[in-house]
């Protein structure tokens, strides 16, 4: 079995693959896979500080970051809040086909760089928050 400490640990080592993989992607030109993968980074780094801040070791069954946060009952910025509702439209474009070829269709690199940048600066916050939660 594995500690509580652990958990957040696997969570947080799966948060930077999907980083690292974000930006490879990014670099080949597969956009719409690393804005999946910016998705994902945000996602396990909510769900690394559920575990941290819960009772449970296993994070609620959604994908839908605004639910996590409203269940961390995050003080979140209202603009940042809102990002993360795009956020999750990356999600479902990045699981089917039709969604993707849209999303492929509608993405630039410069776009790609400017989100890449904003979750940069969420996934900063809350890997902070993660390593200040008692």
Same mark, same amino acid.
């Given at each position: 079995?594995?500690?509580?400490?652990?958990?957040?640990?696997?969570?947080?080592?799966?948060?930077?693959?999907?980083?690292?993989?974000?930006?490879?992607?990014?670099?080949?030109?597969?956009?719409?896979?690393?804005?999946?993968?910016?998705?994902?980074?945000?996602?396990?780094?909510?769900?690394?500080?559920?575990?941290?801040?819960?009772?449970?070791?296993? @994070?609620? %069954? #959604?994908?839908? /970051?605004?639910?996590?946060?409203?269940?961390?009952? !995050?003080?979140?910025?209202? *603009?940042?809040?809102?990002?993360?509702?795009?956020?999750?439209?990356?999600?479902?474009?990045?699981?089917? @086909?039709? %969604? #993707?070829?849209? /999303?492929?269709?509608?993405?630039?690199?410069?776009? !790609?760089?400017?989100?890449? *940048?904003?979750?940069?600066?969420?996934?900063?916050?809350?890997?902070?928050?993660?390593?200040?939660?008692?």
């Amino acid at each position: 079995f594995m500690t509580k400490e652990e958990h957040v640990k696997h969570w947080q080592k799966s948060a930077n693959e999907s980083w690292d993989s974000a930006v490879f992607l990014a670099s080949g030109k597969h956009y719409a896979l690393a804005l999946f993968a910016l998705h994902l980074t945000l996602e396990k780094l909510l769900k690394a500080l559920w575990i941290k801040e819960s009772f449970t070791d296993t @994070p609620p %069954y #959604t994908h839908d /970051l605004q639910k996590l946060c409203n269940e961390l009952k !995050l003080e979140i910025a209202d *603009e940042d809040y809102d990002f993360l509702a795009i956020v999750n439209s990356w999600n479902i474009r990045g699981r089917y @086909p039709d %969604y #993707t070829n849209r /999303l492929y269709q509608n993405t630039s690199g410069k776009y !790609l760089k400017e989100q890449i *940048e904003k979750v940069n600066e969420l996934k900063k916050w809350l890997e902070e928050k993660i390593l200040n939660q008692k």
